[in-house]
């Protein structure tokens, strides 16, 4: 049986008469990656708010649960199971990075030998051993992250929020919290993780719900997300252009590049379609110089749901993210 960390049923959130959350549905198994992924302004940072107990949802909406807690009527003990990170660092930066885990410690009522071996194993763990000595203001963006997270780890949460937590990062420090994000799951904590990358939630998230207008525009892992939109296909080139003939008559719903010789052959990218079409191959003795398939990637299908072309309009221009990634080729 799937133990959740979340549920949510009919999430809403308005204010004034703005609707921002319109009746989101939520279930997210323990130990997984959640990521909600959506553009500017979808609702992302109100749903972790609500999640988190920082702002109320709609009373229209139905049950949530966090850690297992109902949020209407036991907020305490869901909020002892989670932590946060927000955009918005709780790093102080007037004081050291030690001296930012100290006074998390101290709010988590640890005693003082415990809290300065928390926060060293914390400090060493996040590779800021060197650093904690320093002011956090001095910190780069990617260390302060790190800070960040270190300091909401220091309570023990079993289930984090994880706010865009790679926004304005370069793209190394980007891969860095990615590998720590893996960390923190393969240690069994859950992550509930929001963020305009694609890439992002490609790399890391077990499930991804698109966020759009205030509803969940579609939900699934990377892969079916991709498979559900159109623009996968096969590609076969040749470099005989007797074989390149028999093949379009043998496949006549593939599109023909008669000045390469290739072929596109649709297809939804499944190990079942590229199985029915090399046994067709096969045959017929059709032998393709290059099999090359192609199968949509998140930038498609966050176009296709959204309406929002990731590859314009930037919110962030220290980042290159939202920029096209590369479409998923394997030349076999
Ligand atoms: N306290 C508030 N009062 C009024 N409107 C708000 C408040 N908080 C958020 N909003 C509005 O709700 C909408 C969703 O905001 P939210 O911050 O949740 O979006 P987001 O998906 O996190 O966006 P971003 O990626 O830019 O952080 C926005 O239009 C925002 O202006």
Redesign the pocket.
């Known amino acids: 049986m799937t133990s959740w960390a979340i549920t949510a049923n009919g999430l809403r959130k308005s ?2 008469d ?1 609707t ?1 959350l319109d009746g989101i549905d939520l279930a997210v198994p323990e130990g997984t990656v959640f990521s909600l992924l ?10 972790v ?1 609500i999640l988190s107990t920082l ?1 109320s949802p709609d009373p229209a909406s139905g049950e949530i649960r966090v850690g297992g807690h109902d949020l209407a009527t036991d907020p305490r003990a869901a909020r002892a199971a989670i932590g946060v990170t927000g ?1 918005f660092s709780a790093v102080d930066g007037l004081i050291t990075g030690e001296e930012n885990m100290l006074l998390m410690a101290d709010l988590h009522h640890l005693s003082r030998g415990e809290g300065r071996r928390v926060a060293a194993e914390l400090l060493e763990r996040f590779d800021l051993t060197e650093a904690a000595k320093k002011p956090a203001s001095t910190y780069s963006g990617g260390m302060k992250r790190r800070l960040d997270i270190a300091m909401t780890l220091v309570g023990d949460p079993r289930i984090i929020f994880l ?2 937590p790679t926004t304005g990062l370069d793209p190394r420090s980007r891969h860095n919290m990615w590998q720590i994000i893996r960390g923190l799951v393969s240690g069994g904590v859950t992550v509930f993780l ?1 963020t ?1 990358y694609l890439e992002e939630a490609d790399q890391l998230a077990d499930q991804i719900a698109v ?1 759009n207008d205030g509803r969940i525009a579609a939900q699934g892992t990377a892969e079916e997300l991709k498979r559900r939109i159109p623009g996968g296909h096969v590609r076969l080139r040749f470099s005989d252009p007797a074989a390149y003939q028999f093949a379009a008559v043998t496949l006549p719903e593939a599109a023909r590049d008669d000045a390469s010789l290739t072929l596109r052959v649709p297809g939804d990218g499944s190990q079942r379609a590229l199985r029915s079409l090399l046994g067709r191959l096969d045959a017929a003795g059709i032998e393709a110089d290059e099999l090359t398939v192609h199968t949509p990637d998140l930038d498609d299908v966050f176009f296709a749901l959204t309406g929002a072309d990731p590859r314009h309009g930037q ?1 962030d221009p220290t980042s290159q993210s939202t920029l096209p990634s590369q479409s998923k080729e394997n030349v076999r």
């Open positions: 204010y004034g703005k921002v959506g553009p500017n302004g979808a609702g992302k940072t109100t749903a708010k702002v955009q706010d865009e929001t305009q966020l919110s």
